[in-house]
């Protein structure tokens, strides 16, 4: 399915696709081992973050122990722009391969939406917005599904890439009419400001989740880790309350139109069964 999105996709090099038995039977064994240490065997351009209740001196000690003494290469790495591109407009990805009398469907949304703090915090508050909407819909109005689930994320490594996946499965004979619902609900958010009662009750939730979040480690060991790679005060962490605070209604309808651009998958997996009747 990604093919449709990204036809360049065997082009990617920080993931490989192989299609057939025949594509990892070309393998090198020996090139790998060499690829594996050349990796390992040069720690120059790694960068270590440790998180958690720790002693510092037996902590500094440990670190000159086993990482201090590992090999290192004077040389600077950086990645290669293979000017892959997305597919614009709507595509449509369907197939009848599932055993049960069950459909499968992921509507994926990509667009270059920049990444940056307050995009980010947007991104959730928006995501817990389209969470209450969908299942209002979609498992309470409609019982077309049980659980609908929503995923977003922005990245930039060579470009803005950023993505939003709507998935659920349901009753093959309710598929059409619920995805109809899900985009009429996206058009909705789009040309509508949100009531001040759902912004609100995102707001709540999100503030919740931070909170909640930054009394764990895994937290601040992203959090490291993005300030690293992105050149951002760690400070600006603490700054996420506020942002949160003040978005308004207007902010994520105009941030609504950004990540829900027209190119679009359309992803719908059906029964065997249907194929089989002509359908």
Not at 41 to 55: R, S
Not at 112 to 134: F, R, S
Not at 139 to 155: C, F, I, M, Q
């Amino acid at each position: 399915m990604g093919k449709i999105f990204n036809p360049n996709r065997h082009k990617t090099g920080g993931v490989a696709f192989y299609d057939t038995k025949k594509s990892i039977n070309k393998l090198n064994p020996s090139r790998i081992l060499e690829i594996f240490k050349e990796r390992f065997g040069d720690l120059n351009n790694f960068t270590f973050f440790i998180v958690g209740d720790v002693d510092k001196l037996k902590l500094e000690k440990l670190i000159t122990t086993y990482i201090g003494n590992l090999p290192s290469v004077e040389r600077n790495e950086t990645y290669i722009d293979r000017s892959i591109n997305l597919v614009k407009g709507k595509q449509k990805f369907i197939r009848y391969y599932n055993n049960e009398n069950i459909s499968h469907v992921v509507l994926s949304y990509k667009s270059n939406t920049p990444h940056n703090i307050k995009n980010n915090i947007t991104l959730n508050l928006l995501n817990n917005i389209i969470d209450i909407k969908l299942r209002k819909k979609i498992r309470e109005d409609k019982s077309g599904s049980y659980h609908v689930k929503v995923s977003a994320t922005l990245s930039k490594v060579i470009k803005n890439n950023s993505t939003v996946n709507i998935s659920f499965s349901c009753d093959p004979k309710k598929a059409k009419v619920l995805i109809n619902e899900v985009y009429s609900i996206i058009l909705d958010l789009k040309n509508e400001p949100i009531t001040s009662a759902e912004l609100s009750t995102a707001k709540k939730i999100l503030s919740m989740r931070v909170e909640s979040a930054m009394k764990q480690n895994g937290f601040w060991l992203m959090a490291m880790e993005e300030s690293n790679r992105r050149n951002i005060p760690l400070k600006k962490v603490f700054e996420l309350p506020k942002i949160i605070e003040e978005l308004t209604s207007a902010d994520i309808k105009s941030f609504a139109n950004k990540m829900f651009s027209e190119n679009i998958l359309q992803q719908e997996l059906h029964p065997k069964s249907l194929l089989t009747k002509g359908n």
